[in-house]
C-alpha cells in the first residue's frame, strides 16, 4: 500500500522537478513512493501500463521488484532494457548472468563478466568464478547470501542497508539453489520486516519439515499471523500451526501472547499456566506475563504472588520490579520498598519510559513533589501522548498549586485516552472539581 502519498507527491516535486517535467509523472511518481514503501506489485502495475513510454531514465526499482516477487521473465527483459542504456549496470547483469547460469550459458556467463572496457568486475568475480572457474550452484547461492549477512556489519553501507537490495541479492542467491533454505528463512525474514506478511508466509512455506529452520518459519508465520486485526481469523490459523507442530512450547506462547495483546487474558492465562506446569525454560517470564494478565483483570492477589515468584526465579528483572512496585504504589503499599525496586529498575534500564514514570510517581506518593514533577516532565518530552503520564503529571501539578497547568494535562490525558486505559472517569472528575473551585 502507497503510504503518506501525499508527502512523497510535495517532496518529490520539490526535488525532482526537472526530471518531472521531462516524464510521465504521475507513474514516476507513484512508482518512486511504492518501491520507498516496497510495495513492488504496485512498482510492476505502474511499469506495465508504460511499457511503450520511457517514463523514466533508470528501471531498477522495477527490476528489483520484479525479482523480488519472483516474476523472473518480467526481470530479464527489465535486466535487457536497462542494459541497452546502462551496458555496465551491475544489477541487470547480475540478473542476466544468472539466467546464463541457469540456462548452462557459460559463453554468455562469461561475457558478462566483463565491463564495456574489457576489466572484470569484482563482485562478479566474487560471486561466480573462483581460480578463474565458475563456482557450482551452491557456492554461488552462498556467495550471494554472505553479501546479505556481510551488510548487517557494515552500517555505513547505505546501498546494501536497504530492505529492496537485501531482498534483491537474497532472491539471487535463491533463484541460483532453490534448496538454499537458509537463504529462504532470511528472504522471510526480510519481508516480515517490512511486514509483507503474505509473501513471507508464501516463502516461508517453501522450507520442508525436515529441515532445521521448519520450526522457526512456522513460528514466524504464526508471530504474523498475531499482527492481524481480524482476530477469530488470526487465532484460527495460530492455533492450526499449533496443532501441526506438535504442540511446540515456542508456538503455544506466541498464542498466549496474542491473547494477552488483544486482551483475552483468561485464554492467556489458560497457556501460560500449563507453560508454567511443564517447567519452561524461561518460567519466571511466563509467571510475569500471567501476573500481567491477572493484573489486568483487577486480580491484584493473584497478580502480585506471580510477579513475587517471577523475581524470585529471576531477581533484578527491571521489567517486573517496575509491575510489582507500581501496583502497590498504586494502592498505597510499600512505599520505601517500592522505592528502591524502582531505583533499581531505572538504573539497570534508565531508557524505559514506563519505568521512569513509575519512579517519578513514587516520589510523588513520597511527597517529593519537586523530584516527580522533574522525571514526569522527562516522561512526557520522549513520549508527549503517553496518556497515564499526563494524568499523572497533572496530579504531581496540582499538589504543587499549580493549578492551571493541572487542568491543561488532564484534558490533554482525557482526550487522548481510550476507554480501555480506565482513566477517563476519573479525570473528568478531577476536571470537575476544579472546575468547581
Sequence with gaps: ?????????????????????????????????????????????????????????????????????????LAQKIAEKILLINPDSQEAKLVSMVTAYNNKNENELNTLRLDSSGNKNNLFEFVFFLNDKIKNKSSISNSFLEIVRSSYSNKDNNYFQNYNFLLFYTTLSILINNENYEAIYIKGQLLQLIEDYFLAEV?????????????????????????????????????????????????????????????????????????????????????????????????WSKAEKDFIQSLKLKRN??????????????????????????????????????????????????????????????????????VISLDHLGDIYFAMNRKREAAYFWKQARDLAKPEDKIIESIEKKLREYNAS
Design 1 to 73: 500500500m502507497i503510504k503518506n502519498y501525499k508527502i512523497f507527491i510535495y517532496l518529490y516535486i520539490l526535488l525532482f522537478s526537472k526530471i518531472i517535467l521531462a516524464s510521465n509523472s504521475a507513474s514516476y511518481l507513484i512508482s518512486q513512493t511504492a518501491f520507498n514503501n516496497y510495495d513492488f506489485n504496485q512498482v510492476l502495475h505502474e511499469y506495465n501500463a508504460n511499457q511503450n513510454e520511457d517514463y523514466k531514465n533508470d528501471y531498477l526499482d522495477e527490476l528489483i521488484s520484479a525479482l523480488v516477487t519472483e516474476n523472473i521473465v
Design 317 to 386: 528483572s527491571p521489567n517486573v520490579l517496575n509491575y510489582l512496585a507500581y501496583g502497590w504504589i498504586e494502592r498505597d503499599m510499600k512505599i520505601d520498598e517500592s522505592f528502591v525496586m524502582l531505583t533499581d529498575a531505572y538504573n539497570a534500564n534508565p531508557d524505559s519510559h514506563y519505568i521512569l514514570d513509575s519512579l517519578a510517581w513514587v516520589y510523588f506518593k513520597k511527597k517529593n513533589f519537586l523530584k516527580a514533577a522533574e522525571l514526569m516532565e522527562e516522561v512526557i518530552d520522549k513520549v508527549p501522548g503517553e
Design 203 to 299: 516463502t516461508y512455506l517453501k522450507i520442508p519439515e525436515n529441515n532445521n529452520l521448519f520450526l522457526d518459519a512456522q513460528r514466524n508465520i504464526a508471530f504474523n499471523y498475531s499482527q492481524e486485526n481480524i482476530f477469530t481469523d488470526a487465532e484460527n490459523k495460530i492455533i492450526q500451526i499449533v496443532e501441526k507442530n506438535s504442540e511446540d512450547y515456542e508456538l503455544k506462547k506466541i498464542l498466549a501472547d496474542f491473547y494477552r495483546v488483544k486482551k483475552k487474558h483468561n485464554l492467556a492465562i489458560n497457556i501460560y499456566s500449563e507453560l508454567i506446569e511443564n517447567n519452561s525454560k524461561d518460567i519466571w517470564y511466563m509467571f510475569y506475563l500471567r501476573g500481567i494478565c491477572y493484573e489486568q483483570l483487577d486480580n
